[in-house]
């Protein structure tokens, strides 16, 4: 069983057309959610296509510094 990976690509330069090879439809120059397979690896590695910069927003997590759980001496420990 495999899993379906999908990004948000959009053309490289502006003017550039690329077609979705199933739908034959333009891809939108603000980019579109695509399967990545074989044909849009090749765009990819082209340089027709890069990645859009949207982010996942589960990707963006606040970690707590470090330093504020190494100030607190731990249960039970001897000062």
């Given at each position: 069983?495999?899993?379906?990976?999908?990004?948000?690509?959009?053309?490289?330069?502006?003017?550039?057309?690329?077609?979705?090879?199933?739908?034959?439809?333009?891809?939108?120059?603000?980019?579109?959610?695509?399967?990545?397979?074989?044909?849009?690896?090749?765009?990819l590695?082209?340089?027709?296509?890069?990645?859009c910069?949207?982010?996942?927003?589960?990707?963006?997590?606040?970690?707590?510094?470090?330093?504020?759980?190494?100030?607190?001496?731990?249960?039970?420990?001897?000062?």
């Open positions: 069983m495999s899993s379906v990976i999908k990004r948000k690509i959009r053309p490289a330069k502006p003017g550039l057309t690329l077609r979705h090879p199933k739908t034959l439809q333009k891809l939108p120059a603000e980019g579109a959610l695509v399967e990545l397979n074989s044909y849009w690896r090749r765009r590695r082209d340089g027709d296509a890069v990645f910069e949207d982010k996942p927003q589960a990707a963006v997590v606040a970690s707590e510094p470090e330093s504020a759980s190494e100030d607190k001496p731990k249960k039970g420990a001897k000062a």
